[in-house]
């Protein structure tokens, strides 16, 4: 493969394929690829189904070099000829010279205001397989004086391709599977939650957020947007919205957690929690950038079985439960009950086992979640 050493060809694949359990490595896979196929560094891009950028990762460059590249459109291919890459076939390995004429490249802006300003002035791009409605790419960049790639570093890039795919897929299976887990831990308690993307739209939802939505009391989802029920509530909300994911009115791009007041459709209290999803937790696999709860006022009832049915604790278990929850010890417990305290522990084991919680003072906060 040309000049390239079986070394740097190996050190490359490693960094791939811990990429997705040590982030860094992306940014060390990039930089390898960067430099095995002759170039000095290369970029990770992934745009969904309107041109939205999801993923921009470019090691090396200046953030103002990205931003610069993002503000201008370039994922936009009437914009960046390079762009369009994004939509051939998987596998393709493709030059500047595929898409665009030499001279048409000079006459353009984006090449001679950003490509040749940020050491991009020539590009080699591999087209990755597509996620759904998600694309990506893998694309090398090279200086002038790099000059337009050679054959030998478009078949070194074409050996590489597959283990840039397989830690991308390998990513996007990790992440979907934090996702779920996620969401599953917030349906454990009931919580009405919806995960939502950089543009405010709804992606995940939990079982209860689900139940909600589609009871249309408090909130519901048209258009794939959150909104609130009550026309006049909506403003506040999307304006919640708007904060948690760094689009506030004024313009900062700030984020911040939010929370407000809603009323449900028989005028009872509603409160929505908003907050931002810290950036990269599930990168590569949804454009996740904040979560929102909405907590209903509870109906009363037996707080021993409303234990019981969140956790699967016995009658038994949920009242020891509630009796460390206040404080009280193993013994006391004991001889409020008049048993003994090891079968007042044998209880408490079993009580942590089911709460999953790793001693009895965090008890505590389980049960506050349930107003208890």
């Given at each position: 493969?040309?000049?390239?050493?079986?070394?740097?060809?190996?050190?490359?694949?490693?960094?791939?394929a811990?990429?997705?359990?040590?982030?860094?490595?992306?940014?060390?896979?990039?930089?390898?690829?960067g430099e095995?196929?002759?170039?000095?560094?290369?970029?990770?891009?992934?745009?969904?189904?309107?041109?939205?950028?999801?993923?921009?990762?470019l090691?090396?460059?200046?953030?103002?070099?990205?931003?610069?590249?993002?503000?201008?459109?370039?994922?936009i291919?009437?914009?960046?000829?390079?762009?369009?890459?994004?939509?051939?076939?998987?596998?393709?390995?493709?030059?500047?010279?595929d898409?665009?004429?030499?001279?048409?490249q000079?006459?353009?802006?984006?090449?001679?205001?950003?490509?040749?300003?940020?050491?991009?002035?020539?590009?080699?791009v591999g087209?990755l397989?597509?996620d759904?409605?998600?694309?990506?790419?893998?694309?090398?960049?090279?200086?002038?004086?790099?000059?337009?790639?050679?054959?030998?570093d478009m078949?070194?890039?074409?050996?590489?391709?597959?283990h840039?795919?397989?830690?991308?897929?390998?990513?996007?299976?990790?992440?979907?599977?934090d996702?779920?887990?996620?969401?599953?831990?917030?349906?454990?308690?009931?919580?009405?939650?919806?995960?939502?993307?950089?543009?405010?739209?709804?992606?995940a939802?939990?079982?209860?957020?689900?139940?909600?939505?589609?009871a249309?009391?408090?909130v519901r989802v048209?258009?794939?947007m959150?909104q609130?029920?009550?026309?006049?509530?909506?403003?506040?909300?999307?304006?919640?919205l708007?904060r948690?994911?760094?689009?506030?009115?004024?313009?900062?791009?700030?984020?911040?957690?939010?929370?407000?007041?809603?009323?449900?459709?028989a005028?009872?209290?509603?409160?929505?929690?908003i907050?931002?999803?810290?950036?990269?937790?599930?990168h590569?696999?949804?454009?996740?950038?904040?979560?929102a709860?909405?907590?209903?006022p509870?109906?009363v009832?037996?707080?021993?079985?409303?234990?019981?049915?969140?956790?699967?604790?016995?009658?038994?278990?949920?009242?020891v439960a509630?009796?460390?929850?206040?404080?009280?010890?193993?013994?006391?417990?004991?001889?409020?009950?008049g048993?003994?305290?090891?079968?007042?522990?044998?209880?408490v084991?079993?009580?942590l086992?089911?709460?999953?919680?790793?001693?009895?003072?965090?008890?505590?906060?389980i049960?506050?979640?349930?107003?208890?």
């Amino acid at each position: 493969m040309g000049g390239l050493s079986r070394d740097h060809f190996d050190q490359t694949v490693a960094a791939f394929a811990a990429a997705p359990f040590q982030p860094d490595q992306w940014d060390e896979g990039l930089r390898l690829l960067g430099e095995a196929c002759g170039g000095w560094t290369a970029q990770l891009l992934t745009v969904d189904k309107k041109g939205g950028i999801c993923v921009n990762r470019l090691p090396l460059m200046p953030d103002d070099a990205i931003d610069e590249w993002e503000r201008r459109g370039g994922a936009i291919p009437h914009v960046n000829p390079r762009a369009a890459t994004l939509f051939a076939p998987a596998g393709s390995i493709t030059s500047d010279d595929d898409v665009l004429a030499r001279d048409a490249q000079e006459r353009l802006p984006v090449y001679r205001e950003i490509f040749d300003r940020f050491g991009a002035r020539f590009m080699m791009v591999g087209t990755l397989r597509p996620d759904g409605d998600r694309r990506s790419v893998a694309g090398v960049l090279r200086t002038r004086r790099q000059d337009h790639p050679q054959r030998a570093d478009m078949e070194v890039m074409a050996a590489l391709m597959p283990h840039v795919q397989a830690a991308l897929t390998m990513q996007g299976r990790l992440n979907d599977r934090d996702l779920r887990v996620a969401l599953d831990s917030l349906d454990l308690i009931d919580l009405a939650a919806f995960l939502c993307d950089s543009s405010g739209r709804v992606i995940a939802r939990t079982r209860a957020g689900q139940a909600l939505a589609a009871a249309g009391d408090v909130v519901r989802v048209q258009q794939g947007m959150l909104q609130a029920a009550i026309g006049r509530q909506d403003g506040p909300l999307q304006a919640a919205l708007r904060r948690a994911i760094g689009r506030a009115d004024d313009g900062s791009g700030h984020v911040c957690h939010a929370t407000i007041g809603l009323t449900d459709a028989a005028g009872r209290p509603c409160r929505v929690d908003i907050a931002p999803v810290p950036p990269g937790q599930f990168h590569f696999s949804v454009d996740a950038a904040c979560i929102a709860t909405v907590t209903q006022p509870r109906p009363v009832g037996d707080p021993r079985l409303l234990l019981a049915q969140a956790y699967g604790l016995t009658p038994t278990e949920a009242s020891v439960a509630l009796d460390l929850a206040q404080g009280m010890t193993a013994s006391e417990i004991a001889a409020q009950r008049g048993v003994s305290s090891e079968t007042v522990r044998v209880q408490v084991r079993a009580v942590l086992r089911k709460t999953d919680v790793p001693k009895a003072t965090a008890l505590a906060a389980i049960i506050g979640r349930f107003n208890l």
